[in-house]
């Protein structure tokens, strides 16, 4: 099997029957492949771990994707500039080039521009999931305050990828255990066929990032009011849990 048509298998093995997307998602792969091999493509042996990480990726992207459109948030618009930022679009050449020589002339006057450290870099490359961690996680119930502080400091001096899928790993069994929880509780709820239980399980097994845990933990909450709704359920159970255990609000 050559290149594409290996490429071309795993992509369709994602659900991508279109032969038109998953010829350009293949192109794009094959790209990265030569971005990467630049004098010249390795036997298929040796570009496995690199073809088996991009199509991880695929999988992740595709996934978020079903669980947006699930909730609602398929488009996404773009968030309007701020006052300063659209002023600053609309300057005349003159004005740019005015605080283009302003700057010139700060910068002559001896005014230098001191580089972020690289501790610097990887402490705000960690703030996104950070304050995922600490928010969003909490306010959903997946995590009490303790467990999300203790989290945030285990990704102290790790690279930002690299504690991102450790706390990934962490979140995924908090999750799946909330779900088995509500699945008692409810006795079975949305999910009382064991073709949804397994759906549910599998989801959350290949979520790779703590977003994508996220949108499957509303999706978690929205499938069960929506249960708990339809059979006058409503209020009977604080949480996931139930009472004063943790778990999704």
């Keep these: 099997m050559n290149l594409c048509g290996r490429i071309m298998l795993g992509v369709r093995r994602h659900g991508l029957s279109d032969p038109q997307r998953a010829g350009i998602l293949a192109r794009a792969i094959v790209a990265v492949v030569d971005h990467h091999y630049p004098d010249g493509r390795p036997s298929l042996l040796v570009l496995e771990p690199l073809l088996t990480e991009q199509l ?29 930022e659209e002023q600053e679009s609309q300057s005349t050449p003159a004005v740019s080039e005015e605080r283009t020589l302003r700057k010139r002339t700060l910068k002559g ?28 996680c909490v306010d ?14 285990s990704m102290l001096g790790k690279r930002p990828e690299d504690a991102e899928q450790e706390i990934v790993e962490q979140l995924r069994q908090i999750l799946q255990e909330q779900v088995k929880g509500i699945i008692r509780q409810l006795k079975g709820g949305p999910w009382a066929k064991p073709q949804a239980q397994e759906e549910i399980r599998q989801d959350i097994a ?8 996220l949108l499957l933990a509303r999706q978690v909450i929205k499938e069960r009011r929506a249960w708990e709704e339809k059979h006058g359920k409503g209020g009977l159970f604080g949480g996931l849990l139930g009472g004063r255990r943790r778990g999704l609000r």
């Excluded at 695929?58 to 459109?69: C, I, T």
């Excluded at 959903?140 to 400091?153: F, I, N, P, S």
């Design 206 to 213: 290949h979520a790779r990032s703590v977003k994508s845990v």
């Design 56 to 84: 991880a990726m695929l999988e992740a992207a595709l996934m978020e994707r079903r669980m947006r459109k699930a909730l609602g948030h398929e488009t996404v618009s773009a968030p309007p500039l701020p006052v300063k």
């Design 109 to 136: 006057k001896g005014y230098t521009v001191v580089a972020k450290s690289m501790d610097e870099k990887l402490r705000e490359g960690r703030q996104p999931v950070q304050e995922l961690l600490q928010k969003d």
């Design 140 to 153: 959903l119930g997946l995590l009490d305050r303790k467990q999300a502080e203790r989290m945030v400091r």
